[in-house]
């Protein structure tokens, strides 16, 4: 039995994911120093007696500390998540890989596939990308792709059906 290695899928998702994942990124870290700093406004203007003193006096250190720590995952994670993402369709088999600390890999058989709905959020929509949903009977043999081009995705997708048609068999 010939041994088979394990290799990246052939193709990147599109540069314009990078902008996608910033943006994202950027929306949370606003949303989180933001809570914090109003936490920390009403802690100020309250003076809660339950908090310690050195709590109430140096509240707004905390947005801060928190803005300074979530800044590195706000510059490093989309350019780290654009090259860790891949995906590639063979004659049998769809791939991808994902993640950024950790990573995942998926193998989807073509065979296998229910449905392949192409999807874009509003944000995926302004930079003309879009998601593809493969999904099997089995939630564990389903996938995504992000971050890919509209017609990428449009192609993919219908060649992605025509496929599944051929190769279907009776197993379920």
């Not at 994902?98 to 065979?111: D, I, K, L, Q, Y």
């Amino acid at each position: 039995m010939t041994a088979v290695r394990l290799r990246e899928p052939a193709h990147r998702l599109s540069k314009r994911a990078v902008a996608q994942w910033a943006v994202e990124s950027v929306i949370g870290f606003v949303l989180v120093v933001g809570g914090t700093a109003i936490a920390a406004s009403w802690i100020d203007s309250s003076r809660f007696s339950w908090l310690p003193d050195w709590l109430v006096e140096h509240v707004w250190w905390v947005p801060i500390a928190v803005g300074a720590v979530l800044l590195p995952f706000v510059v490093i994670e989309p350019v780290w998540r654009y090259a860790v993402h891949r995906w590639e369709l063979t004659e049998d088999v769809v791939y991808a890989r994902s993640g950024w600390f950790s990573r995942e890999w998926v193998f989807v058989p073509v065979s296998r596939i229910q449905t392949v709905d192409k999807t874009q959020g509003w944000l995926e929509r302004a930079l003309g990308l879009s998601t593809l949903e493969i999904r099997t009977a089995s939630h564990a043999g389903s996938s995504s792709i992000k971050g890919l081009d509209y017609d990428v995705a449009a192609r993919l997708a219908e060649d992605l059906a025509v496929r599944a048609h051929e190769l279907r068999d009776d197993a379920t």
